[in-house]
Each structure stands twice: as structure tokens, then as C-alpha cells.
């Protein structure tokens, strides 16, 4: 047996937090492996956000050497917080750099909203409502109707890292509650734990759940031809 068989994913994720790594590795299927090094964060306001791509090609080197088939640059945030076509360009940066296929959290949120035929969306998130401000705009300018968002205010990413995943459970049925003519909740934000949250609330909500991690595990299992269900992704977990 080899590990990696099916194919290697590398990842460059925030510093403080592990929901990213752990939800990664419990989703994979057998076959495949990841690797990942991280990058620092200072907070989680539109300054520090936006030098998060400042280590994209850094970060990449450093996992290239493993021979990853996709790199995925690991922020959601930080991949739209200077708005549309941001994410693009983190994607051009890394794959001349390295030569090497890479996507952002983002831009994995907008092909699994289009795989599940999002077309209102509710926004739930940790952020601030300046953080949030950004994540509308990318999400509407992408094509999607954003009904409600709300947020936590956290701006210390140990916070977002160390918050239950019952806080977003709550704030979720929140946002759906405020405008009810959503069909797809997303929940922003790789530094949190929320894909055991998914199966549950679509089930109470009646609606859709689309999560940072959730997005991206099933975005890059596709970019490397691997197309098993996935076991507790919910609606999108479905989609091959």
C-alpha cells in the first residue's frame, strides 16, 4: 500500500486553528493523502486578512516538494476580502510559482453553491460585519442573491478557532429565520467546526448547508478525479 495512491492534496492553512486539517482527514477517502503548511495571522479584521495571501507562494513551495496533484489556499476570507476575481488571482499566483494545479476556499464555495443550484443565500459567519460586507459582495457578485447575513464580530482568530460548533448551529437557524426564503445556508470560515452540524441542519432548517471545509474537500476531490459520495456533507456530499 501507498499512501497517496489516488492522489496528494496540499494545503496552506491559517496558523491557529485545526478544524481545517482534522475535518480534511477524517473526510478523505482512502487513497488519498494531504499535506499542509501554514501561514500567520495577526486578526481576523480586512487588514490582516488581506496580507494572508502575502505567503501563497511561500507556502506553496513548501508543499510542492511532496508533489501534491492541487494546492488549495487555505482562507475563505482571505481569498475574497479584496473582492471579485481576487481568488483568480491567488490561483494564478500559486500555479506559476509552482506549476502545480491550485483553488481557493472561495472559489470552492461558489462551485458548490452552482452544484447544489443555490440561487438565495443566507451568510453565516464569525466575522465582523466589515469581514462580512466582503463576503456578500463576493458571493452576489458571483451571481447569487444574498438574503441575510449575520455575524459573531470575533476578530481574534484563537476565538474562531476554539468556538463550539453549537454557536453556528444557532446562528444559522438565525439567518434563516431573519429572511426565510433562502434555499442554501453558508457558514464562513475555515477556523470553524461545523461539518458534524451539516446533515443535522438541513434536516431541521429544509434547506441546504454549504460550509468553507465542507466545500473545499469535495471541490478538490473533484479537481483530482475522485468522485466517492462523502459521508456527512450533506446535500452537496451527494454530488459527484
Not at 477524517?26 to 499542509?36: F, N, R
Not at 444574498?146 to 454557536?167: F, R
Request: glycine share 10%; net charge neutral.
Amino acid at each position: 500500500m501507498i499512501y497517496g495512491s489516488r492522489g496528494k492534496i496540499g494545503l496552506i492553512t491559517p496558523a491557529p486553528g485545526d478544524s481545517t486539517e482534522y475535518e480534511f482527514h477524517k473526510a478523505l477517502p482512502d487513497g488519498v493523502s494531504m499535506l499542509t503548511t501554514r501561514m500567520p495571522i495577526e486578526a481576523g479584521t480586512v487588514e490582516s486578512l488581506s496580507k494572508l495571501a502575502d505567503y501563497a507562494e511561500e507556502g506553496a513551495s513548501l508543499l510542492a516538494v511532496g508533489k501534491p496533484k492541487l494546492i488549495i489556499f487555505g482562507s475563505t476570507a482571505g481569498s475574497y476580502i479584496k473582492g471579485i476575481g481576487y481568488d483568480k488571482q491567488i490561483i494564478s499566483r500559486i500555479e506559476k510559482h509552482v506549476g502545480i494545479p491550485a483553488i481557493t476556499i472561495s472559489t470552492a464555495v461558489i462551485e458548490a453553491l452552482k452544484a447544489v443550484k443555490a440561487k438565495k443565500v443566507s451568510i453565516a459567519s464569525p466575522h465582523t460585519d466589515e469581514v462580512n460586507q466582503r463576503a456578500q459582495a463576493f458571493i452576489e457578485g458571483n451571481g447569487f442573491q444574498v438574503t441575510s447575513t449575520k455575524g459573531l464580530g470575533l476578530t481574534v482568530p484563537y476565538q474562531v478557532a476554539h468556538l463550539d460548533s453549537d454557536e453556528m448551529y444557532k446562528l444559522a437557524k438565525q439567518v434563516v429565520k431573519d429572511d426565510p426564503g433562502a434555499d442554501t445556508v453558508f457558514i464562513t470560515c475555515t477556523g470553524l467546526t461545523v461539518v458534524p452540524i451539516i446533515e443535522p441542519l438541513e434536516a431541521e432548517i429544509k434547506k441546504t448547508v454549504i460550509t468553507s471545509n465542507q466545500a473545499a474537500i469535495w471541490a478538490a476531490l473533484r479537481r483530482i478525479n475522485v468522485k466517492d459520495h462523502i459521508k456527512g456533507f450533506g446535500v452537496l456530499g451527494k454530488i459527484q
